[in-house]
């Protein structure tokens, strides 16, 4: 996103314009209003008396509000302008915009008001692809008390409705207004810009998308999601903003899917990924147990309810397979993408199973457990059966879907992600490293599941069994000798693809690693090669395909970070996770709390500041929990026995901090830490 657009948002609609509040279409950026994944307006631009508003400034008070202060024509030196223009807008479901027109001269005007208003209807896929090519019919209809632009192909249907609170003439393009105010006097309207889905062949029947219908008050509801999470106090004032703004963006990215009423689950992130996404959402949740912990009973309902049935080669779906992503524009619905549902993740179907249990020891909601059964049972029963297509007892993955799928299937899916040390490309099917670490943490938590809940004594038996055995070979079998580190991958033949990479450390916290080779994978991890300063790369700095600026192969991405530091923990290196978490709450403090998908990957001694990664999402959910999941670790927050274990390992630098009133099956705890731990000495 580029600097100067300013956006606001309410789970998936949101609203990306420049900073004096107009929307033109700009074919570098996702300007515009969109919800579900259309965009509901393209051009909204106001005039007064023929003459564009320069702005003032702006402020985005909220997450889903924002102010624009503006006069018309062109900023000079010495005339003060005459009349002012304050915007103000927000998005709950629908966009309001709010005008006050104020009159500073001391004799009356007369003004002449025009919005000009285009709705193209684009798919946000093509928005992102630059490519506007619409095959369906648009049309404007002219009411009595407002304008209504629909875009219908077949039998998907979209409209925007536009009202005033004040007499307008509409056209086609918009609308005028005639003003008159008095010396120093000022008026104000209210425009109301409604998206709808509609039913074709079902007269007059609009549908309400997300978000609409709502009688909610979005102020009271923000500070009610405050006030249920715990509260910190810490020493290190950063912190407690950071904190907040983590608070406040994973609000922003609730989304209701249209299946669940009001219930909600995290949105990927903004701009291009507001909707479900199993893995994003899956590692969101376990980011933020301590904090939101009924965002995940929600997540694990829906992604169950969307579970694979069926063989479908063009949307990678099997028998048991957590989806990867759900989208509702028109692409989808007439499958020129195949996200309608799309399956094409093999690390969504483990990760399920791993929230369950995690969730079920945070919360102590066995009566999910119960529910999800049928669900759980299936997902083990893919890693098994459908996952291991070598037949060797890895997970592997290959598209079935050649035109529109993806390629790599791993949460590292750019093209160039997964590689050898050399540079080349690995051919399919393709196994990665935590994938197998996944696997072998869903059979352990399985184990629990079926042995605890479920009475089934024979599958507890066989996943421990099977984990086991897992664990061996991998350790025998991924091990990169020459470098004393895991590989970052596997062909089908058997060659490790040697990258040394972020991957390792998800190793550790899924516990596959062998308690004697975890010293030199934090080596690796916490070394020169992957170590900026501000956190772990994705890529180590010799490697044929480092890039710090390369998507997955060279920058750091928080969220990476953060399950390395719980990993880390995992292993008793609790010096070195607290300087990772120190690192990423750093990084976290130079991007005003909110830290973006990923960052650039250079090293600290090079630069001051961290570097931004130019079209990073932000505010996206697995970053936003990054921080959330820091102060976890930070902590020793563990639940145990029916009780929350805490074991702080803070660095001095950060000092004392206390999280208070921490939900979960104990009631509410409370924790307290004191900055004590010293950074490892090959990192001073």
């Not at 490309?425 to 352990?444: H, K, N, S, W």
């Not at 976890?632 to 004392?656: T, Y």
Request: aromatic share 10%; glycine share 8%; charged share 25%.
């Amino acid at each position: 996103m580029g600097e100067g657009l300013v956006r606001i948002l309410d789970g998936a609609t949101f609203a990306v314009s420049q900073g004096t509040g107009d929307i033109e279409p700009d074919p570098a950026e996702p300007t515009g209003l969109f919800s579900l994944d259309t965009r509901f307006i393209s051009k909204w631009v106001l005039t007064v008396d023929g003459r564009r508003l320069n702005a003032l400034s702006y402020d985005a008070k909220q997450y889903f509000e924002s102010s624009f202060f503006l006069v018309p024509g062109p900023h000079t030196t010495y005339t003060d302008a005459q009349i002012s223009v304050v915007r103000k807008r927000s998005v709950g479901g629908a966009l309001v915009e709010e005008l006050v027109i104020l009159n500073h001269a001391d004799h009356a005007v007369e003004l002449r008001l025009r919005m000009d208003i285009e709705a193209d209807f684009a798919d946000i896929f093509q928005v992102k692809d630059r490519r506007i090519e619409k095959m369906g019919e648009f049309y404007n209809e002219v009411e009595e008390d407002g304008l209504r632009l629909g875009y219908r192909r077949d039998n998907f249907a979209r409209e925007t409705r536009i009202t005033v609170s004040r007499p307008a003439v509409f056209d086609r393009e918009g609308f005028t207004m005639r003003l008159r105010l008095e010396p120093h006097a000022k008026t104000d309207l209210k425009i109301h810009v409604d998206p709808r889905a509609v039913m074709p062949g079902r007269r007059g029947l609009r549908m309400a998308l997300p978000g609409q219908g709502r009688e909610r008050d979005l102020h009271e509801d923000l500070d009610e999601w405050v006030e249920r999470a715990p509260k910190l106090n810490a020493e290190w004032g950063a912190l407690n903003r950071i904190y907040q703004r983590c608070l406040v963006d994973l609000a922003a990215l609730r989304f209701s899917p249209l299946a669940l009423g009001n219930s909600v689950l995290p949105a990927a992130g903004l701009p291009w990924f507001m909707t479900m996404f199993g893995r994003d959402s899956i590692f969101t949740c376990l980011q933020t147990l301590p904090f939101a912990p009924h965002l995940s009973q929600t997540t694990l309902r829906i992604l169950a309810a969307l579970q694979g049935t069926r063989f479908d080669d063009f949307r990678d779906e099997d028998p048991g397979r957590i989806l990867h992503e759900m989208r509702y524009g028109e692409s989808a619905a007439f499958e020129e993408q195949p996200h309608s549902p799309y399956y094409g993740s093999v690390d969504a179907t483990p990760l399920f199973v791993i929230l369950l249990d995690e969730y079920e020891r945070w919360s102590g909601d066995s009566a999910l457990v119960q529910e999800l059964e049928a669900p759980a049972r299936a997902a083990l029963n893919w890693i098994e059966k459908y996952a291991d297509l070598v037949g060797d007892g890895y997970i592997w993955y290959s598209s079935r879907n050649d035109r529109t799928g993806l390629h790599n299937q791993c949460w590292k899916d750019s093209g160039d992600a997964i590689s050898y040390r050399d540079g080349r490309l690995p051919g399919f099917p393709r196994a990665t490293c935590e994938l197998q670490g996944y696997a072998y943490d869903a059979r352990i938590r399985g184990a629990r599941l079926a042995r605890t809940f479920w009475q089934d004594e024979v599958l507890a038996h066989r996943l421990e069994r099977d984990a086991a055995e897992l664990k061996a070979r991998f350790n025998r079998e991924w091990w990169v000798a020459e470098g004393e580190y895991y590989a970052l991958g596997r062909e089908a033949d058997g060659r490790q693809v040697d990258a040394l990479t972020s991957n390792i450390g998800h190793l550790l916290w899924s516990g596959i690693v062998e308690p004697e080779r975890a010293g030199k994978v934090v080596e690796h991890l916490l070394g020169p090669r992957l170590f900026t300063g501000w956190g772990v790369r994705t890529f180590a700095s010799e490697q044929a395909r480092y890039n710090p600026v390369g998507y997955h192969v060279g920058t750091v991405w928080p969220f990476d970070n953060s399950f390395i530091a719980w990993g880390l923990r995992r292993y008793g290196f609790l010096a070195e996770a607290a300087t990772l978490a120190e690192a990423i709450l750093q990084a976290a403090e130079y991007f005003e709390g909110r830290l973006p998908e990923a960052f650039g990957g250079y090293g600290r001694s090079l630069t001051s500041v961290p570097v931004r990664y130019p079209t990073a999402c932000s505010p996206q959910a697995w970053s936003t929990g990054a921080p959330l999941l820091m102060l976890r670790v930070l902590l020793g927050l563990e639940p145990q026995g029916g009780q929350l274990v805490v074991n702080p390992a803070i660095p001095e630098r950060l000092g004392r901090m206390e999280l208070l009133d921490i939900p979960g099956r104990w009631g509410r705890m409370d924790a307290f830490g004191r900055g004590r731990m010293h950074p490892p000495e090959r990192l001073c």
